[in-house]
T-cell receptor, first 111, second 114 residues
Framework: SQKIEQNSEALNIQEGKTATLTCNYTNYSPAYLQWYRQDPGRGPVFLLL?????KEKRKERLKVTFDTTLKQSLFHITASQPADSATYLCALDIQGGKLIFGQGTELSVKP | SAVISQKPSRDICQRGTSLTIQCQVD?????MFWYRQQPGQSLTLIATANQGSEATYESGFVIDKFPISRPNLTFSTLTVSNMSPEDSSIYLC???????????FGQGTRLTVV
């Protein structure tokens, strides 16, 4: 069955540093991979999508890479801010809109 | 984009009772998705709801426990039946954009069963 794993449950970094989150998957060849942000008590909010034929995508301070050989995506937040503190989820579309999510990485950015 | 209103936002229920969660979307959508997020866990898809047909349930979820209605293209309900403490979770409804490349979520219903 499809499996998605994200790196360590919690990541603590200092303000201004770059946060790097990892998403690994097995037993699947997705056409694209998505990243979401989830704040406590809220539903996930879409951040970025990267397709299988794209190596890298950027949006403001966010950068996502996608290595289909390694079956891995990296999610970077540069010049991190305390407001970036949240849980970040990666997700794969497995069939007609159905999403399978990783367990999430909780990011804490300290001032 | 889509705006999803979900209610109730939270509830505390007695075991053995049922709770119906409502999900309203501000635009017509073909498919609506219901997810469960257990404490400290990620989202797990419960079922896909299409208007005019029975919902399609994922492995581990059954209609008797989680009946779903989809009366029109902007509305759906999920009922959690005969609740037990193990059903304590956040329940979320979701829709996708036309290209099915971005999902939009309601704010979730935090259910506590006592």
């Amino acid at each position: 069955s499809q499996k998605i794993e994200q790196n360590s449950e919690a990541l603590n970094i200092q303000e201004g540093k770059t946060a790097t989150l990892t998403c690994n998957y097995t037993n699947y060849s997705p056409a694209y991979l998505q990243w979401y942000r989830q704040d406590p008590g809220r539903g996930p909010v879409f951040l970025l999508l990267i397709r299988e034929n794209e190596k890298e995508k950027r949006k403001e301070r966010l950068k996502v890479t996608f290595d289909t050989t390694l079956k891995q995506s990296l999610f970077h937040i540069t010049a991190s801010q305390p407001a970036d503190s949240a849980t970040y989820l990666c997700a794969l579309d497995i069939q007609g809109g159905k999403l399978i999510f990783g367990q999430g990485t909780e990011l804490s950015v300290k001032p | 984009s889509a705006v999803i209103s979900q209610k109730p936002s939270r509830d505390i229920c007695q075991r053995g009772t049922s709770l119906t969660i409502q999900c309203q979307v501000d635009s017509q959508v073909t498919m609506m998705f219901w997810y469960r997020q257990q404490p400290g866990q990620s989202l797990t898809l419960i079922a896909t709801a299409n208007q005019g047909s029975e919902a399609t349930y994922e492995s581990g979820f059954v209609i008797d426990k989680f009946p779903i209605s989809r009366p029109n293209l902007t509305f759906s309900t999920l009922t959690v039946s005969n609740m037990s403490p193990e059903d304590s979770s956040i329940y979320l409804c979701s829709v996708e954009d036309r290209l099915a490349t971005e999902a939009f979520f309601g704010q979730g219903t935090r259910l506590t069963v006592v």
